[in-house]
């Protein structure tokens, strides 16, 4: 009886150990599963907070290339604008330049002198021409002529062309005669290169002494500036050919004049 009380008591202890063992366990199992349910809660948050992180980074994206659009837009606008700032710079640039020389012209005309639209040449004319055995024959006299110049100055292939009237006197003309002259004539005159000019003058001659007095003269200058000049004094040197012809029609002259002239304008 006493070995199966002891047998008893033995199962009992064991049983109660088994038992204490299983309520371990179980316990353990239950700390397991509020973890992993824990765990899964929190991995579902998760990726609740991805989705959403997600969607915010799509909208980000978005508002990021509205703004590089609006960025490339400001930047057109920006460089349209700084054109027509340097448009209205130039323009402006422009008007003042054409104002102060609206303002240059108008004094250079207000300092100018009725006498400034005169000149004075001295010329030490050679006259060139045939004699009566068809020879050359070079006749060196003087030559006067006033100018006044006239304010028609009209461009031509870019060059800025000069009209003056003329009024001549030479003492001494020799043409197989010899007779004091005296010329009125109109002329242009423009420029050429190296510091040459081209002369055009039409006019007309009297010849006192000839039998027929009164011609009409054309006459084409080379002329070329020389490098004395002193204020309002130039000299220059020129050759010149001539046609003249009686206005009646009956004799006509020609003949070359060179030689060096004296400005005073």
Do not use: C
């Not at 033995?10 to 700390?31: H, M, N």
């Not at 039998?211 to 020129?238: A, T, V």
């Not at 009686?246 to 002259?253: A, E, V």
Request: glycine residues 2%.
């Amino acid at each position: 009886l006493n070995a199966r009380k002891e047998e008893a008591t033995r199962l009992t202890i064991e049983l109660e150990d088994i038992i204490s063992s299983a309520k371990k366990e179980i316990d353990r199992l239950i700390d397991e599963n509020k973890k992993m349910q824990k765990l899964i809660e929190s991995s579902e948050k998760t990726e609740e907070r991805a989705e959403q992180l997600n969607i915010e980074l799509t909208k980000t994206n978005e508002n990021l290339l509205e703004a590089q659009a609006k960025i490339q837009v400001l930047s057109i606008q920006k460089d349209t604008l700084e054109n027509k700032l340097q448009d209205a710079k130039i323009e402006i640039e422009n008007m003042l330049k054409q104002a102060v020389t609206s303002i240059d012209s108008q004094k250079q005309v207000d300092e100018t002198r009725w006498y400034h639209n005169f000149g004075l040449n001295i010329n030490n004319n050679n006259l060139i021409n045939h004699d009566t055995t068809g020879s050359f024959m070079v006749t060196p006299t003087i030559n006067i002529d006033v100018r006044y110049h006239l304010p028609w100055k009209p461009v031509i292939l870019n060059k800025e062309m000069d009209w003056d009237i003329i009024l001549e006197y030479s003492p001494s003309f020799t043409y197989e005669n010899s007779s004091p002259l005296l010329a009125g004539t109109i002329q242009n005159q423009f420029s050429l290169i190296w510091k040459l000019n081209l002369n055009l003058k039409l006019g007309i001659v009297n010849l006192s002494k000839f039998d027929e007095d009164n011609y009409i003269s054309f006459s084409s200058e080379i002329g070329y500036k020389l490098p004395f000049k002193y204020k309002f004094i130039s000299s220059s040197y020129f050759l010149s050919p001539h046609i003249m012809k009686s206005l009646d029609g009956s004799k006509s002259m020609t003949y070359f004049n060179t030689g060096l002239r004296i400005t005073l304008d």
